[in-house]
Structure formats: structure tokens, C-alpha cells
């Protein structure tokens, strides 16, 4: 017996269903990345692997996928690279490419080769799938989709502002009560000079970032294991446990912060940040709750500013939408001093939330009409009336075969088809068709000129 076919493990296949569920996510945060004037770009899949190495950590780079040189190559490994120590260089040696971990250093690479023909300040979304060897769990894939938007080439901190806003509304239209959770990298390195270990910020950011998933003990223990002494991991967790307003927490900061020129700098920054966002809220209320958290770290190396998690507030689940302020990223490519601030959408994870809140509704159905067959010369006729009409865009689905009406209505059900048009020789002789109501079983006889504004209002209502 042939054995059965399987996929990788962490990748998914996606039932007609399912993807009406995702692209009702796509085309939600698309129209809003287009309505706050964000323009659309595509990258390849495959990045070169210099490309990639050394942007993300080492955590990072060890959860690269890396495609293999075509041909013998093994031929390039010297003994010297088996050595300990030499992963990268060894994946250099036998792996030209690799598949891209996320996409905001592609939008980086693709910003530096093309900076000849963009105008700066660059507002770009991305809409594609990205790549990561992690261990599959619930809610982290190693397939997944990202909808990312970044504003390159400006400083201002209206970009921030307009992110937030951003993440705001596309969450109220998915109907997911969220809290966004906002920090800047620059406080947490105040807070490092502040403890004694200013050279060890990214062993701290990348420790207090699973704060949440494995709790303070162990973070303090990995800490600890890092070199960083008692001592400071004592002054370190009273830091990023204060809760209470964004300008409560800043007034306890302050005088801890006092002789970190750097932790000043990104005081102020919140401090500006969030008085943009009230100023907002005043003028129109905001959907989600929006909070100051000093424990947020978000653990790539490249973010140097204002950085962003988003939760959702009814589902245990990971943060499903994050980003942050990168000042200099384009400068790894040779294009020194252009910040950048952007924001990445995780789709996978916000179905996920959306399927356990029961929130997809009426995305569910598949708003299409469907031509029942009674034969040829009905068919064709039935066909002729839809061709004169303007749906919308509404598919249109004519059953190909001429079978019993029973069976033509159970694949209309099973496909949650709503409506079927049926037309045999007595609606024909009489210019008329007739619409069933698949959710109601109501028939209702239609006169041929008419059928075109009897089923816009159908649509009309659908879509009201």
C-alpha cells in the first residue's frame, strides 16, 4: 500500500473555508494599510543568506531555514568549518540562500538596491508568508503570513501615532478587544546602565521577552546563567513589574534613569508618544486599551526606539500583532542615518483568536448564486439572464451536469451556497426564472427583466 502523503510539520493546507476566513483578515488590514496611504510591494521568498545572518540574534539565525547549493556542496566544507563555533560560516560555505525569516529586513535590503527610485518618507505594507525552523506549537507555525507596514525616512513621531491607530482599527473591525503594549528600546537600556550591565542589553532584552511564557524566576535564572550577578537582577525585576498609567510608571523611572543620557532620551519619547495617542483618544475614542509596559522588550537586535505588542484580551494566545522604531537597519546594506518605524500583523495568529471568539460570522458563507441544470437550452437560458446583470463581482457557480434537483441542491448546501436560480420550460416560455432561498427554502418567481435588481438587493443586504 502507497504510503500516505503528509506535509512538514508546522505548514498547513487551507480549505476553501478557511481561506474565505484569512482573506477576510488579508482584505481587512489591506484596506486599512491603503486608507493611511501605505502602498503595496512584494520580495522574493528567497533572500541571499548574507542577507539574513546576524539580523535577528543568534536565536535567530538558528531558526533560519537555509536552502542548500545546488550540486556537490560538500566539496566547499574544510575540516575547519565542522569546527564548534562555526555554524554560520559553515551555512555560508554549502547555503547561498536562505528562506526569509520575516519581512522587514527584506524591506530593508529592497529599500537600499532601489533608493534611486523611491520617495522618501517610503510608506510600504507587505502581505506574504515568511519562514522560521522553530518547534511547531499551538499558535507558532514555521510557515506563517505577515501583513507588515513601515514608514521609512522620517524621524517623527507622528509615524508611531499613526501605527497605533493603525492597529487599532484594524482590530476594531475584526472585533478583537486588544491591549497594545508599548515600550522604546532606548528606557531599556537606561534601565541596563541602571543595573551595572549596559554591555549586556541584548542578553537582558532577550530574556525578559519570555517573561511572560516562562515567569520571573526563570528569567532571572537565564540571567543569571548570562553572568548578570543577583544583585542586579534584584534591581532589574522591581523595574519591570511597575504597572499603573504611563506617566505614573515614567515618574518612578525618572530619577532611576537620571544619569542614563540614553534612558532620558527614550523617556521623552514616551513620554511624547503617549501624549499623541491621548490627544487622539480625545478626538475619537480608541477600541483597544493602550498601556506602558516596561517588561515588553521585543528581542531582535535591530529595534532601537518606540517598540509595540499587541494582545487580545479574550484568548490565551502569544502576541498576535508587534514592531517597533529601527534607526539604522538600512545601514547593514551601506544607506547610513534613514530611520524607519513599522508594525507586522500575524494573520495565522489572529484567525486563531478569531476561530476560538466565534468571530468570522457571516465570512463563513460563500456568497455566490448557484445555476441549477435542467438541461442544455435551460442552462443557456438561465446563463443569458445573470450575463445581463451587474453583480458585484458575486460568483456565479452553474452546475455542469444535468442530474436530479436533489442532488444539485445538497452540493449547493454542502458549498453553504445561498441561493439557487432554477429555470425549466415553464419559466422559460414565460420570461421568468426562480430564486430558492437556501437558508429559508422559500422560492420566490422572478420575471426575467427584473431578475438584475432583485438579486443587487440581495447582495445589497448581504453586504449591509
Known amino acids: 500500500m502507497a504510503q500516505k502523503p503528509s506535509i512538514p510539520k508546522g505548514t498547513r493546507d487551507f480549505s476553501p473555508e478557511q481561506m474565505r476566513r484569512r482573506n477576510h483578515i488579508f482584505s481587512t488590514i489591506r484596506g486599512v494599510f491603503n486608507r493611511y496611504g501605505y502602498q503595496p510591494i512584494e520580495t522574493p521568498a528567497m533572500e541571499n543568506l548574507s542577507t539574513l545572518l546576524g539580523k535577528y540574534g543568534d536565536e535567530g539565525d538558528r531558526l533560519l531555514f537555509k536552502v542548500l547549493n545546488s550540486g556537490e556542496f560538500t566539496s566547499s566544507l574544510s575540516p575547519e568549518l565542522l569546527q564548534p563555533g562555526m555554524v554560520n560560516r559553515a551555512a555560508l560555505a554549502i547555503s547561498e540562500k536562505g528562506l526569509r525569516y520575516d519581512l522587514t529586513v527584506p524591506f530593508a535590503r529592497f529599500v537600499v538596491q532601489n533608493q ?99 515567569g520571573a524566576e526563570a528569567v532571572m535564572a537565564e540571567l543569571q546563567s548570562k553572568g548578570i550577578d543577583a544583585e542586579a537582577c534584584a534591581k532589574l525585576l522591581p523595574i519591570i513589574g511597575l504597572r499603573g498609567s504611563a506617566s505614573e510608571q515614567l515618574d518612578v523611572l525618572r530619577p532611576l534613569l537620571e544619569q542614563s543620557e540614553v534612558g532620558k532620551l527614550g523617556m521623552a519619547e514616551l513620554d511624547e508618544l503617549f501624549g499623541l495617542i491621548a490627544q487622539a483618544h480625545k478626538a475619537k475614542p480608541l477600541h483597544a486599551t493602550v498601556e506602558l509596559d516596561l517588561s515588553l522588550a521585543r528581542g531582535l537586535n535591530y ?17 498576535i500583532c508587534g514592531g517597533g522604531r529601527y534607526d539604522d537597519l538600512t545601514g547593514i546594506f551601506g544607506l547610513k542615518g534613514v530611520s524607519g518605524v513599522g508594525i507586522s500583523f500575524g494573520a495565522d495568529r489572529i484567525y486563531d483568536v478569531m476561530q476560538q471568539l466565534d468571530l468570522f460570522g457571516q465570512t463563513d458563507e460563500w456568497n455566490a448564486i448557484m445555476v441549477a441544470n435542467f438541461g442544455e437550452a435551460e442552462t443557456l437560458y438561465s446563463m443569458s439572464l445573470l450575463r445581463q446583470c451587474d453583480l458585484q463581482q458575486t460568483p456565479v457557480l452553474v452546475y455542469p451536469d444535468t442530474a436530479k434537483l436533489k442532488k444539485q441542491l445538497d452540493y449547493a448546501n454542502a458549498l453553504r451556497i445561498p441561493y439557487v436560480l432554477m429555470a425549466g420550460d415553464a419559466e422559460m416560455a414565460q420570461q421568468q426564472i426562480t430564486l430558492k432561498d437556501m437558508t429559508t427554502g422559500q422560492q420566490t418567481t422572478i420575471a426575467a427583466s427584473e431578475l438584475a435588481a432583485a438579486l443587487n438587493a440581495i447582495i445589497e443586504q448581504k453586504q449591509a
Request: glycine share 6%.
Open 303 to 319: 529595534y532601537t526606539g518606540a517598540i509595540f505588542e499587541v494582545k487580545a484580551l479574550d484568548a490565551q494566545i502569544g502576541s
Open 116 to 214: 534611486a527610485g523611491i520617495h522618501f518618507p517610503f510608506k510600504r505594507y507587505q502581505i506574504q508568508p515568511v519562514w522560521r525552523a522553530d518547534r511547531p506549537q499551538k499558535g507558532r507555525y514555521r510557515e506563517f503570513y505577515q501583513c507588515d507596514a513601515d514608514v521609512i525616512g522620517s524621524k517623527s513621531m507622528f509615524n508611531e501615532l499613526e501605527l497605533v491607530l493603525m492597529v487599532d482599527e484594524v482590530f476594531q473591525q475584526l472585533n478583537i478587544r486588544t491591549a497594545i503594549k508599548i515600550n522604546n528600546r532606548k528606557v531599556l537600556y537606561g534601565i541596563a546602565e541602571h543595573i551595572g550591565h549596559p554591555d549586556r542589553l541584548i542578553d537582558i532584552t532577550v530574556a525578559i521577552d519570555k517573561l511572560e511564557k516562562i
